[in-house]
């Protein structure tokens, strides 16, 4: 079995999830350096798998995921996790509040602390980093002005303390990660469980699209657990829709809903068909 690859480096909330995902083979665990190489490597097949950020409950969707989604076909969605995101402000031992000038993180954790970061550091300066524990890596070698925003791990991993705890805007903080690999939709699992199916639609510009589309899975009573629109990036008002439900391909009204929904728009992809994540 090849690698699971996440956003690295060691200390992020991706690997948070793909440890979650590996279960007792961490050895497999691969950091990237961006969310494009983890999919490079799986579409390339170097690695087996790879954790992708989709969805925060404080920010939303990762469009960047969405995007990667869209433009690697060869890419299917085999399962998902949810991971809790507490941050923490991190520095150097004995760095106190009010010396913090420049808070380096990924741009969501810098949204989802964007409360404490405007009442407790107004004047600081935010800088973006390729991912949270990449913020934490340069700390050590920063002056005493520097903090990072992370998560409890990676202060441990890169000798850094906690200068304040739980600085999310909402006390329950997640983000959901999709599983990506090679494998066609539905081929994954078949055992009869909780499944969800994500889809990718790319339809017309034209009154009622959406509309006509959404009956057909509201007719079958189907439940939608997600919808988010991206340019098509084929012309300006054509979009494509990404669509999260309840149900297994093998389900006769999920098959009847997306025989229907095929013949109104320009393209269907089924992403994925896998199960839902436990807590
Ligand atoms: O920077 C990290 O630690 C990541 O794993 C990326 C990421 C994201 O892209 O949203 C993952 C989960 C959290 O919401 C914050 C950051």
Redesign the pocket.
Known sequence: MKGIGY?GPEG???EKAALLYAGDRKDLLAPCSTLEAVCQAVVQGTLNAGVL?LE?SCEGT?VRTLDLLVRNEALSITGEIIVP?QHHLLARPETTLDQIGLVLS?P??LA?CSEFLSQQLPGAKLQEMV???AAARVIRECGLGVAAI?NAEAGIRYNLVKVCENIQNMKNNY?RFVVVGREKPGEAEKKPAEYKISLLLHIHDRQGALYNILKEFAREGINLTKIESRPAKTRLGEYIFFIDLDGHLENPAVYRALREVDKQIIALRILGCYRKFKH
């Open positions: 956003l992020t909330y991706s950020p925060n990762v995101v990924h969501q954790p989802q991912s949270t524990a992370g983000t």
